[in-house]
């Protein structure tokens, strides 16, 4: 009990971590510039929009655009907003902000993105997006084990066997005396090798052969993004194991 404790404290502290990270990314004034031009496009404002328009967006076909993101927006007034991304570019004298919420009405939900360029004090809107999705983010990217592939089984299962196989032939490392270099193995049995991984929301997959991760596992999600699950060759435990009873192992009398 004490451990799934721990373990769920972690996980608190890791988001908690990742929000401040996106605080920091886009201030609560970045926030609140990225809202009202939301906000604009919401009231059909879109005068308001196209002059604040970069030059490197604007185009003839603007106003159309942006009747078509309007047209995306429910007309009534969001039950929930939520900062879902953040990311802050600087280069000489300008800098820009690009800043993405979520917008829940009821059961309808969009992600809108806006990124304002601030030059020598100067803003403009460089990138403004509104998408949307199925279900909320965090509804979208919740770990579940129904309704996976078969992928998706073999991924998550493996990554548990190699982890706990790694801890076993970790343990029988330390017991073992005499052992030479034995902090050596006990690196080489913490460490697997290649990475097979699987975004647990989308199914994709990719191999990376020449890649390192402690425990041979890892399970990783960005805040409100979806989580990957991944398994690497437990090499140096495997070897351990079989040097041990080939070199180690008392004969029997």
């Known amino acids: 009990m004490r451990k799934l404790i721990f373990v769920l404290g972690l996980f608190v502290l890791v988001a908690c971590s990742q929000d ?8 609560p004034e970045d926030q609140a ?14 005068d308001e929009i196209e002059k604040a328009l970069d030059p490197s967006i604007r185009t003839a076909s603007m106003r159309e655009t942006l009747t078509k993101m309007a047209e ?3 007309n009534q007034e969001p039950t929930s907003i939520k900062l879902v991304g953040a990311h802050r570019f600087h280069m000489s004298d300008t800098t820009t902000v690009n800043t993405t919420f979520e917008y829940g009405y009821g059961d309808k939900w969009l992600l809108t993105n806006v990124a304002v360029r601030d030059k ?3 803003k403009s809107i460089v990138g403004f997006n509104v ?6 983010l965090e509804s979208q990217n919740r770990f579940s084990l129904s309704g996976k592939s078969g992928l998706h089984y073999a991924v998550f299962f493996a990554a548990v066997a190699v982890v706990l196989f790694t801890l076993y032939a970790l343990v029988i ?3 073992t005396k005499p052992l030479k270099r034995k902090w050596l193995w006990i690196l080489f049995i913490l460490v697997g090798f290649g990475k097979l991984a699987v975004n647990w929301t989308t199914g994709e ?3 990376a052969p020449f890649f390192v991760q402690l425990f041979s596992a890892s399970a990783f ?3 409100y993004g979806p989580w990957t699950i991944a398994v690497s060759i437990p090499l140096g435990a495997a070897m351990f194991l079989v040097y041990k009873r080939s070199r180690l192992a008392k004969p029997e009398s």
């Not at 401040?20 to 201030?27: A, D, G, R, V, Y």
């Not at 998408?131 to 909320?136: C, F, K, V």
Request: aromatic content about 10%; charged content about 20%; glycine content about 4%.
């Open 20 to 27: 401040e990270l996106l605080q920091k990314f886009s201030s």
């Open 33 to 46: 510039t990225a809202k009202s031009y939301i906000d604009q496009l919401r009231a059909r404002k879109y």
């Open 72 to 74: 995306l927006i429910p």
């Open 120 to 122: 020598n004090g100067t």
């Open 131 to 136: 998408n949307p999705i199925a279900q909320s």
């Open 173 to 175: 490392c330390v017991r």
């Open 205 to 207: 997959w990719g191999i």
């Open 221 to 223: 999600a960005p805040l």
